[in-house]
C-alpha cells in the first residue's frame, strides 16, 4: 500500500490528482470546524466534556466526524447522501421507472444521480430541522443544561436550518470533484475522512480510561481484526463461465472464458447502517417519552437502549443477518444474470443454460451470503463487547462500522493507484 502511494508522487499526473484529493479533504475538514451561526461554541463545548460518548445519535456523529455534537456547518456529514442513495437502490427495484433508467446505462444513471441529489437536499433539511430542535429545546445533549444557541428565535432557527443544508450540499461537490478529477470514489473518500478523525481520540480515550496494559491488548486485538477484515473483504467465489463461439457476419465472436465474482461480502456495510438506524427508533421514542410510565417504553428502556445488554446484541445481531439477505437479493438479480447469459452465449460448465443457471446462482449466492452475513454481525458486535467488557465508548475504534469503512475504502482506493500505475508503466510490446 505505501509502495503504491509512492510510486504515485513520483507520477505527476497521479501527483497532482493526490494533491487536488488532499486539498478537498482539507477544505472538508475546516468546515467541520466551523460552528453554525448562531451557536454558542464555549457551552457546546461544556457539554460535549461532560457528556457519554454514543447514544442515540453516534452513528450520525461517527459519519459527521464528531461535527454533529459540535454544531457546524458540516454537522450533517456525508449520512443524508448515503441514506438517499440507499432508499434510492431500493426504489429501484419497485418502481418500474427507477427499474427502467437503471438499464438505460449511463444517460438512466445520470438521472437517477439526479434524484439522488434532490432526495438528499429534502432529507438534510428534515435532519437539519431536527437536530436544530433538539439542540434549541435542550435534548441534543443529554444530561446538559447549557444553553446551546445564542437566540432561540425563529431567525436563528431558520438560519442554521439553512446553513446546515447548505453544507450537506458542499460536501455532495465536494465528493463529485474527487470523482472527476482526483483519484477514488469521492464520497467514500470523504466518509473515511470523518471516519478516520475520530480514531485517534476513541484510541486514546481507551489508554486514558483503562491504562496502557488494556491499550496494548486493544491494539493487538485491532491488528487481528483488521487483517480479518481484509482477508474476508477480499474474498471471493468466482464461478467460471464459458462463451461459445458465433459467427456475426464475416467476424467469429467468443470462444472465451471468464468468471463471475461473488464476495464473500456482498453487501457492503448497509446492513449494519439498515440495522442501526431501525434500532435507533424505539431509543428516540423513549428519548420523546422520558417520564412515560408505560411498560412497553419501560422495556424499551431497559433492554433496547443500552448497548451492553445481550438482548440487544442478540437483536442487532439478528439485524444484521436478516438485512444482509435482504440486500444481497435486491442488488444481485440471479434470474437477470442467468438471462444476460443465455443471450450472449454464455454458460457455466456443467450447467445447463436458463434455469438450472438461474438455481445454481441461487444456491451459491445463499451459501456464500451465510458466512458474509456472520462476519458483519460478529464485526459489529466488537464495539459493544468492548463498551460491556472495558466500559469503552461505543465508537471503539476497532470494530463495527469504523473498521468496516476504513479497510474497505483504504483498498479500494489503493487498487485504482495501482490499476492507474498500470496503465502509466505498460511498455506493450515494443520498446
Not at 51 to 60: A, D
Not at 185 to 197: D, E, P, R, W, Y
Not at 202 to 225: D, E
Request: glycine share 10%.
Amino acid at each position: 500500500m505505501l509502495g503504491a502511494f509512492a510510486n504515485a508522487f513520483r507520477t505527476p499526473d497521479l501527483r497532482r490528482k493526490l494533491l487536488f484529493v488532499l486539498l478537498i479533504i482539507t477544505i472538508f475538514r475546516l468546515g467541520s470546524q466551523v460552528p453554525t451561526p448562531g451557536v454558542n461554541v464555549a457551552n457546546v463545548q461544556a457539554c460535549i466534556d461532560q457528556l457519554e460518548e454514543g447514544g442515540l445519535y453516534s452513528l450520525i456523529n461517527l459519519f459527521s466526524g464528531g461535527a454533529l455534537l459540535q454544531l457546524t456547518i458540516f454537522a450533517l456529514g456525508i449520512m443524508p447522501y448515503i441514506t438517499a442513495s440507499i432508499i434510492l437502490q431500493l426504489l429501484v427495484v419497485v418502481i418500474p421507472r427507477l427499474e427502467a433508467l437503471k438499464k438505460e446505462g449511463q444517460a438512466g444513471q445520470t438521472k437517477i444521480t439526479q434524484y439522488t441529489r434532490y432526495l438528499t437536499l429534502g432529507l438534510a433539511v428534515l435532519q437539519a430541522t431536527g437536530i436544530v430542535a433538539l439542540a434549541r429545546n435542550g435534548a441534543l445533549l443529554q444530561g446538559c443544561t447549557r444553553d446551546l444557541l445564542h437566540d432561540n428565535g425563529t431567525a436563528t432557527f431558520l438560519v442554521m436550518v439553512v446553513t446546515m443544508t447548505a453544507g450537506t450540499a458542499v460536501i455532495m461537490w465536494l465528493g463529485e470533484l474527487i470523482t472527476d478529477r482526483g483519484i477514488g470514489n469521492g464520497m467514500s473518500i470523504l466518509i473515511f475522512t470523518q471516519v478516520v478523525a475520530t480514531f485517534p481520540a476513541s484510541l486514546w480515550s481507551v489508554q486514558t480510561s483503562q491504562g496502557w496494559l488494556t491499550f496494548s491488548i486493544v491494539m493487538v486485538v485491532g491488528l487481528i481484526l483488521v487483517a480479518g477484515v481484509i482477508f474476508i473483504e477480499q474474498a471471493q467465489r468466482r464461478i467460471p463461465v464459458q462463451y461459445a463461439r458465433r459467427m456475426v457476419g464475416r467476424k467469429m465472436f467468443g470462444g472465451n472464458s471468464t468468471y463471475i465474482p461473488l464476495k464473500v461480502n456482498q453487501a457492503g456495510i448497509i446492513p449494519v447502517i439498515f440495522a442501526s438506524s431501525l434500532l435507533y427508533l424505539p431509543a428516540m421514542a423513549v428519548q420523546f417519552n422520558p417520564e412515560s410510565q408505560n411498560p412497553v417504553l419501560d422495556f424499551i428502556g431497559t433492554y433496547l437502549v443500552g448497548g451492553d445488554h445481550p438482548l440487544y446484541m442478540a437483536t442487532y445481531f439478528a439485524l444484521i443477518i436478516f438485512f444482509t439477505y435482504f440486500y444481497v437479493s435486491i442488488t444481485f438479480n440471479p434470474v437477470e444474470v442467468a438471462d444476460n447469459m443465455k443471450k450472449y452465449g454464455g454458460f457455466i460448465p456443467g450447467i445447463r443454460a436458463g434455469k438450472p443457471t438461474e438455481d445454481y446462482l441461487s444456491y451459491v449466492l445463499s451459501r456464500i451470503t451465510f458466512p458474509g452475513a456472520l462476519y458483519l454481525g460478529l464485526i459489529s458486535l466488537v464495539p459493544l463487547i468492548a463498551f460491556a467488557a472495558i466500559q469503552a465508548n461505543q465508537n471503539f475504534p476497532f470494530g463495527g462500522t469504523s473498521i468496516l469503512i476504513m479497510v474497505g475504502v483504504a483498498l479500494d482506493t489503493v487498487k485504482q493507484i495501482e490499476s492507474q500505475l498500470q496503465q502509466r508503466n505498460y511498455e506493450g510490446f515494443l520498446k
